[in-house]
């Protein structure tokens, strides 16, 4: 999907210069245009700490990155975050009207971050979780600030509906996108925070008014944990680079949940438009 919105953006330019019309700012990176329904139009997020102290600083930088449009020159953002106590377990079952964050040696899955989203049959965002597999980012090679700080702020805030700006592992400078942080890289602070482009998308995706509200407070009525990949359903979409898999599967109550997975390098090496859940991950 993104693939065709990445072309797309290239179009309109090219399109928008020879004919001197004005583009509006490109709806191209909400995650599906889910949202949270809300009738105000800024509303805040609670999101759920879960981390233990290797990770809770990074929540806090990340949530006060994507509260300060100002700092990268966006006049606006409709999310705000709050980060509260968290009130799910270690494997991050979701919590009506909240997002929860977790962190856990999740194991030798081929992902290091993962988002999810629980949509309502109106397409509303009622739930959401962000997992960082510490089996992953307790090895050198993912154990640094910058990679850190890059897939918490990712994660977190594909449970604002937002998407990625670029797969291609190129650095738009935000952390939506998938310039890896690592290596030669390992101290470059690049793409760890969000972008102009981010508050912008965010604004246009929250930019109708809800008749309800699916954010918190609400009853805290848990769904399933999402524990494994068996429980993520079907295979929806995966990048052309293969870091980025997206996956649905209905619930009891005909609810959708929606995971976006972030896949280790190594794990897209040998197929990368290969189904990772299914291919062997070494130890
Ligand atoms: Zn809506
Ligand atoms: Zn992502």
Not at 24 to 30: E, G, L
């Amino acid at each position: 999907m993104k693939m065709f919105n990445f072309g797309s953006r290239a179009i309109f330019g090219l399109i928008g210069s020879l004919l001197f019309v004005s583009i509006p700012a490109h709806a191209d990176h909400a995650w599906g245009n889910y949202h949270w329904a809300r009738a105000t139009s800024q509303f805040t997020l609670k999101i759920g700490n879960n981390l233990n102290n290797s990770w809770g600083g990074y929540l806090s930088m990340a949530s006060g990155d994507w509260n300060n449009p100002g700092a990268v020159g966006a006049p606006f953002t409709p999310v705000i975050t709050t980060v509260v106590s968290g009130k799910s377990n270690r494997n991050c079952s979701m919590v009506s009207g909240t997002t929860q964050v977790c962190n856990k040696t999740y194991g030798n899955n081929g992902w290091l971050g993962l988002a999810s989203i629980n949509v309502n049959s109106s397409g509303h965002i009622t739930q959401g979780s962000a997992k960082m597999n510490d089996t992953y980012f307790n090895t050198t090679k993912y154990n640094n600030p910058n990679e850190k700080l890059h897939v918490m702020c990712q994660e977190v805030a594909h449970t604002f509906g937002l998407g990625h700006q670029s797969e291609d592992g190129s650095s738009q400078n935000s952390c939506m996108d998938y310039f890896s942080n690592t290596g030669t890289n390992s101290t470059s602070t690049l793409s760890t925070k969000p972008n102009y482009h981010d508050f912008e998308e965010l604004t246009i995706i929250y930019g109708h008014l809800d008749s309800m509200t699916t954010v918190a407070p609400m009853s805290s009525a848990t769904l399933g944990a999402i524990e494994d990949a068996n429980d993520w359903g079907k295979l929806m979409s995966q990048s052309s680079e293969g870091r980025s898999s997206t996956y649905e599967r209905t619930e009891p109550n005909g609810s959708k949940t929606i995971t976006h997975v972030y896949w280790t390098q190594e794990s897209v090496e040998n197929c990368r438009s290969c189904d990772h859940r299914f291919e062997p991950h070494d130890d």
